[in-house]
């Protein structure tokens, strides 16, 4: 079972910083089958990135993902206030189907 | 406009059923897997369950095997998920979300509680 550790549980940063947050497979998972999610209070989650560098539809540039195997990357360029929210990775097509990560908190500081 | 709408959550004992449905629009229904993910209070997601654009494929979370069974209805672009044998921690949030791989769009969620 692949279990996905993200790091760090919460990041308080300012708007305009530089936010970098982490997502550790704990076997190798194929790049095309990560993604990354946002998630505000008391809303659904949205798709950001796919394939692990794709932003989905409507996702502003300052979005990007990165990295492969074991290491994966969800970094925003430059904060902006509606950047504050739950991140999460997943994962898909490996036993079992589908598996999140815990989330990463970032907050303004 | 993609819209996936969820209904039939609410309070239910312990040991108790419950059915929640998903209607969808805005897109070839029968063409797209779809899935559950569910969430408890102030936790993360977790995902449920997933059928394939013809039922062909049904695949569970262990921690529902043999208690919550998924179907769909392609001619009334509707998704089911019947729950029996309700836990209290089954207690969340229930998403239907549809895949193409990624989960690219999501439902509001109905909250489901199960409390005596």
């Known amino acids: 079972e692949i279990v996905l550790t993200q790091s760090p549980g919460t990041l308080s940063l300012s708007p305009g910083e530089r936010a970098t947050l982490s997502c550790r497979a704990s076997q190798s998972v194929s790049s095309i089958y990560l993604a990354w999610y946002q998630q505000k209070p008391g809303q659904a989650p949205r798709l950001l990135i796919y394939?692990?560098?794709s932003r989905a539809t409507g996702i502003p540039d300052r979005f990007s993902g990165s990295g492969s195997g074991t290491d994966f990357t969800l970094t925003i360029s430059r904060l902006e206030p509606e950047d504050f929210a739950v991140y999460y990775c997943?994962?898909?097509?490996?036993?079992?189907?589908?598996?999140f990560g815990q989330g990463t908190n970032l907050e303004i500081k | 406009e993609v819209q996936l709408v969820e209904s039939g959550g609410g309070l239910v004992k312990p040991g108790g059923s419950l059915r929640l449905s998903c209607a969808a629009s805005g897109f070839t229904f029968s063409s797209h897997s779809m899935n559950w993910v569910r969430q408890a209070p102030g936790k993360g997601l977790d995902w449920v369950s997933s059928i394939s654009s013809n039922s062909s494929y049904i695949y569970y979370a262990d921690s529902v095997k043999g208690r919550f069974t998924f179907s769909r209805d392609n001619a009334k672009n509707s998704l089911y998920l019947q729950m029996n044998s309700l836990r209290a921690e089954d207690t969340a949030v229930y998403y239907c979300?549809?895949?193409?791989?990624?989960?690219?769009?999501w439902g509001q969620g109905t909250l489901v509680t199960v409390s005596s």
């Open positions: 979300a549809r895949a193409s791989g990624r989960f690219d769009y």
């Open positions: 997943q994962q898909y097509g490996s036993s079992p189907l589908y598996t």
């Open positions: 394939g692990a560098s």
